[in-house]
């Protein structure tokens, strides 16, 4: 799956929200407490279980699900969350977050960043309780889902200050190992910033997928579909975005060994540009004993292959 870039002018609108929460905060130092975020918009934050729906079945809400009213149909919350295997929720006419307790705790700080990020995108509110004119389509969907996880990256990167410290040296998985300490955040939300904010103008692109070793491939890999997301710059989306995910993937398999964690392997590789154009790329992969995370960084046009 390829993430979904933002028109300039969303992602500004979002921008300047949230940098308002940053100042409204006093400009803090990384990692950010979301429990002052929370506080600073009179959040509630509440746990509910997989395996117990008691308090989804008690929470009656205004929110539409697929354009029923939960207040109808006060089931339909825990149906919901079972059928689209949801990991959190945000209800707006309550103020409240809630977070699926079977995660494990490092991924609610993503989520709860997500839900945090519907709260503060002033057009959602209406969106998920029905109240706008349009039908809440399927791509409709997926643009308010990137909105929100646009949000939830600024707010837990701290705007601007991630870019600085980001740009401060040479791109490399290093760097980004660096940057997920000092901000606080899983490595798949460092690495996936990095490449769509950090380095804007350079193409680049980041890659997680399962072990690209072909003698270490689980039972569910799926050779269609090699990659559980793959980030590119807006640079490299413009100019590489033609590359399909099974290509990319393929050339880390070329140069990725067999160990059970830590650095897999680096290499030079070509890439063709949309108008044919040889160009040299320095990959990296490592492993984190649970997913493979490579980094694509353009060097130079390379010269022609005769
Ligand atoms: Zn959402």
Request: charged fraction near 20%.
């Amino acid at each position: 799956m390829k993430n979904l870039l933002l028109k300039p002018r969303t992602a500004g609108d979002i921008e300047a929200q949230v940098a308002k929460v940053i100042r409204g905060l006093g400009n803090p130092e990384p990692p950010i407490e979301l429990s002052l975020v929370r506080e600073l918009f009179n959040l509630d934050r509440g746990y509910y279980s997989t395996n117990d729906h008691g308090l989804l079945r008690e929470t009656v809400s205004r929110l539409k699900v697929a354009g029923l009213q939960v207040l109808m149909r006060p089931t339909l919350l825990a149906e919901a969350v079972r059928a689209m295997s949801l990991r959190a929720l945000y209800l707006p006419d309550q103020k409240r977050i809630l977070l699926d307790n079977d995660l494990p705790p490092i991924k609610h700080r993503w989520n709860e960043a997500h839900e945090i990020g519907h709260d503060i995108i002033p057009w959602h509110a209406g969106m998920m309780l029905g109240d706008s004119e349009k039908e809440l389509t399927r791509s409709c969907h997926a643009q308010m889902e990137a909105e929100a996880n646009y949000a939830a990256g600024r707010l837990l990167f701290l705007g601007e200050r991630f870019a600085v410290e980001a740009v401060s040296s040479a791109p490399s998985l290093d760097l980004v190992q660096q940057l997920k300490r000092t901000f606080g955040n899983t490595i798949t939300s460092t690495l996936w910033h990095f490449v769509e904010q950090a380095h804007c103008n350079r193409p680049m692109v980041g890659l997680v997928t399962g072990h690209p070793n072909y003698t270490r491939r689980r039972a569910d890999f799926d050779p269609v579909n090699p990659c559980r997301y793959t980030v590119q710059s807006p640079a490299f989306a413009a100019r590489f975005g033609h590359l399909s995910e099974i290509a990319l993937f393929q050339y880390v398999t070329q140069y990725c060994g067999a160990q059970r964690g830590g650095m897999l392997g680096t290499d030079e590789v070509i890439l063709r540009d949309a108008a044919g154009e040889p160009h040299l790329f320095h990959f990296e992969t490592f492993f984190n004993s649970y997913e493979a995370l490579t980094l694509g960084v353009w060097q130079r046009p390379a010269p022609a292959i005769a």
